[in-house]
């Protein structure tokens, strides 16, 4: 009788009593049996490594073991081999299909559908799920679920009837969002503060505020924010700080979060030393180490903190810049361009005692020209309309700080935004060219998002204006040249910008009637009209009418304004511009004083201006320098059909000097504007007419002095304010940033709130005989949202804090698209 020997395949390997007919070879096969395979046995046996005649091996089978389950999904559940005579053997595999679904349903899913499910979990396309699976999966919808905030989402499964399906049923829970967040430990950074640096600030899991919920809570977001936190400290110079997760407690059944974390913030870290070496190892500095040296503000003994390095590092950028070593563009190795710290911080050792030496890596890079300015993703705008916003040329030298001030122009426009997050886009690069001494100056617009068409309509209540209604349609970067294709497609076209755009023009139509002010006005500017780039002759016309119901009577004005202007450069224009106007004075009351009685009815007032300008200001909202200075004459004449001869010359000017920028760069400026105006009466006229004098008080234009009603700023006669043939007023303000956003690949923060405190002074006067000067101070928020850059608004809030009996008090003004 023969020894028989049997074995179990477990996996890992066979488990096998030892076989007397074993001789040192591998055992022939003499019959294979399958059990389970149903109608799969012959396509099993087809696979099979293993033949009927042919050698048996453990790496056979192994083989075949792994084909059967991922190419027939066939699982070998158990392997048993009998050893026969004369050295061979009889198989026998209990074999068994692995379960698998072709359909998967969710239930209790209401955050997210089906198809945003399966996208998540990878199940596209024709489903093979296997019971091994299941479990997986489960669990990776559950942390889908708590990526959104739910931090309780449980998952269970089951399976269908006919053995095809698997049905997931998912209880989602609460979405949980952070309600507070307490900090301990943190003795120099407090956890949240109105203005100022904050641990928030650096967090994710940002705690709600007033009406505003606070962020979703997730295990991933409070594992970076302790990175976040912990980083946030090293660029204070606690370079010992350890951030840690204490205690998460929920409330409100589950909905909300508190989150409590443990600070050891160690010692702050002080600068023991100052230097500047190259990055590359062997190379030099060209420029004199005294020079270098002094262009930084960090000295030893100051805190150790990341805002005064990246302060520094911009300014050893701008001062390279100047000299024609453009910063190198992201990514781009090539040793021409100028680079500091180019491993993301500077070099620092740590001798001990809380201390660090700080030395700035610097590859200087070489002094280059332009060799030519590109203009890239205006699909819609001309080249030539940007190009007069860039201050450089070819041949000039590569000025870093020239090319910023371009953008900052560009930006200013309001015409250039990025559709993809709706705020405002212009960059430039400096890049390679086959000369070392040669860069492109490319600068990148992109035109996407509403753009440059605008349609407001609105009102409000001001105390200047009373109640009143806004209709606004305006059109920048208009074009009257592009014309739509047909009369029956021109509406959707011209909204669809793909008519009348692109050509730099301004075109405004605007209607505000109100309770105490009204105002109806048509503007056109053509900056270009022949296309001469910078030496340029600009052309605009204007149209307007307005009333005013005062306490005291009513006005009427009209004006009708062509204007001619001639640019020398980029800074300095002419002007000459005819004004046919006529005002109008109705209900003055019972008993008027004689000036105006004199000024009742409808008299036409004509002119002729002729002015110049200067003007090197980028960007009004958040310029860190320049001036402007407008100067102009304009004679009021019967020759040209008014009723009036008067000279009335007139002083306007400005200036942004710079105090300091922050570590985002954005600049804190000091401004000064002033205005200077007197009428000089000619021929028979004895005295200015009441409506042509001079006021001041209000929020806006050459009589502003906010604190103070409109008009609100002058001597008073028989409920009539005085006025003045003479005046003059003036306004300094420390402008300073409030918020600022990052844009997709630009460096530069762009700024979108902006404050101010000011201080307004003026007086009125006939001749040289001047008033009381009228003295206000306040405070401002100007704004400029990122997606309507075109549209800023200004809030100021002022008191008169030199002021005469009868003067109106003003306390809150605004501005809409105007600064």
């Known amino acids: 009788m023969a020894f028989v020997a049997l074995a179990l395949w477990a996996g890992a390997g066979w488990v096998a009593a030892a076989s007397p007919q074993e001789s040192g070879g591998d055992p022939i096969i003499q019959e294979i049996v399958i059990e389970g395979a149903g109608d799969l046995e012959a396509e099993i046996r087809r696979s099979l490594a293993l033949q009927v005649g042919g050698p048996f091996s453990s790496r056979l089978l192994e083989r075949d073991e792994e084909i059967l389950k991922k190419k027939l999904r066939v699982l070998i559940l158990e392997t048993r081999r009998t050893d026969l005579p004369d050295g061979k053997v009889r198989l026998h595999f209990s074999v068994a299909p692995i379960p698998s679904y072709s359909r998967v349903v969710f239930r209790g899913n209401d955050v997210f559908t089906r198809e945003e499910l399966l996208l998540q979990l990878g199940l596209g396309g024709a489903l093979a799920l296997e019971d091994a699976a299941l479990s997986r999966y489960g669990r990776a919808i559950v942390e889908i679920y708590r990526q959104e905030g739910h931090a309780f989402a449980e998952v269970d499964w089951e399976i269908g009837e006919a053995g095809d399906e698997v049905a997931f049923q998912i209880q989602e829970g609460p979405q949980v969002k952070i309600q507070r967040v307490e900090f301990v430990g943190n003795a120099s950074l407090p956890g949240r503060r109105l203005i100022g640096a904050a641990l928030t600030d650096a967090m994710e899991s940002k705690p709600g505020k007033l009406f505003f919920p606070g962020a979703v809570y997730s295990e991933e977001s409070v594992a970076r924010d302790l990175i976040a936190l912990e980083h946030f400290y090293q660029d204070f110079g606690f370079l010992d700080a350890a951030v840690t997760l204490e205690k998460v407690e929920f409330e409100g059944g589950g909905e909300d979060a508190i989150l409590r974390f443990r600070v050891e913030e160690g010692e702050p870290y002080v600068v023991s030393k100052v230097e500047i070496l190259p990055y590359r190892e062997g190379g030099r500095l060209l420029r004199p180490m005294e020079e270098l040296l002094g262009i930084l503000t960090l000295e030893p003994g100051q805190p150790f903190e990341m805002a005064r390095i990246r302060a520094n590092e911009v300014a050893l950028r701008k001062h390279y810049g100047r000299l024609g070593h453009p910063t190198a563009p992201p990514m781009n190795r090539s040793e021409g361009f100028f680079r500091v710290n180019p491993e993301g911080r500077p070099r620092l050792r740590y001798p001990g005692g809380g201390q660090v030496e700080v030395a700035f890596m610097v590859e200087e890079g070489r002094r280059m020209r332009i060799r030519k300015v590109l203009v890239e993703g205006n699909t819609l705008t001309k080249d030539r309309v940007i190009r007069r916003d860039i201050l450089l040329e070819p041949g000039d030298l590569a000025d870093t700080a020239l090319a910023v001030r371009s953008q900052r122009r560009l930006l200013g426009r309001g015409w250039f935004i990025d559709a993809q997050d709706n705020s405002p886009y212009v960059n430039f690069q400096f890049r390679d060219t086959p000369r070392e001494d040669e860069v492109d100056l490319a600068f990148m617009v992109r035109e996407g998002g509403r753009g440059t068409r605008t349609f407001n309509f609105g009102g409000g209540v001001n105390g200047e204006y009373g109640a009143f209604l806004m209709m606004n349609l305006k059109f920048e970067n208009f074009d009257i040249s592009d014309l739509p294709s047909s009369f029956g497609s021109g509406l959707g076209e011209i909204f669809r910008r793909e008519a009348f755009v692109g050509g730099g023009q301004t075109l405004k139509v605007q209607a505000t009637p109100g309770a105490r002010w009204s105002r109806f006005s048509f503007n056109f500017l053509e900056p270009d009209l022949f296309g001469d780039h910078i030496d340029r002759t600009a052309f605009s016309l204007s149209a307007s009418r307005g009333y005013r119901f005062l306490k005291s009577h ?266």
Do not use: C
């Open 554 to 819: 009513e006005e009427d004005r009209r004006s009708y304004r062509p204007s001619l202007s001639r640019n020398f450069g980029r800074w300095m224009s002419i002007y000459l511009a005819p004004d046919v106007g006529r005002m109008t004075l109705v209900n003055p009351g019972a008993s008027p004083p004689d000036f105006v009685e004199d000024a009742e009815g409808a008299h036409d007032v004509n002119s002729l201006t002729f002015g110049a300008r200067w003007n090197t200001i980028d960007d009004a909202f958040s310029d860190r320098k320049g001036l402007r200075a407008n100067f102009s004459l304009a004679q009021f004449g019967k020759w040209m059909g008014g009723e009036y001869d008067f000279l009335r010359p007139t002083l306007d000017f400005g200036g942004y000097f710079p105090l300091w920028e922050d570590s985002q760069g954005r600049a804190w400026s000091l401004v000064f504007e002033g205005t200077a105006r007197r009428s000089l009466a000619q021929g028979d006229l004895a005295s200015i007419p009441y409506l042509e004098r001079f006021w001041l008080g209000g929020h806006s234009g050459h009589g502003q002095l906010r604190g103070f009603d409109y008009r609100g700023a002058s001597d008073v006669q028989s409920g009539f304010p005085l006025g003045g043939d003479s005046s003059w007023r003036s306004s300094l303000e420390l402008r300073f940033p409030l918020s600022s956003t990052r844009r997709r690949e630009v460096v530069e923060e762009y700024e979108w709130v902006r404050g101010a405190f000011f201080v307004d002074s003026g007086a009125l006067g006939f001749g040289n005989d001047f008033e009381s000067t009228r003295v206000s101070a306040g405070f401002g928020v100007r704004i400029r949202f990122p997606a309507m850059p075109h549209i800023p608004i200004a809030l100021d809030f002022g008191w008169p804090i030199k002021s005469e009996d009868g003067d109106d008090a003003r306390h809150f003004s605004f501005d809409i698209g105007l600064f």
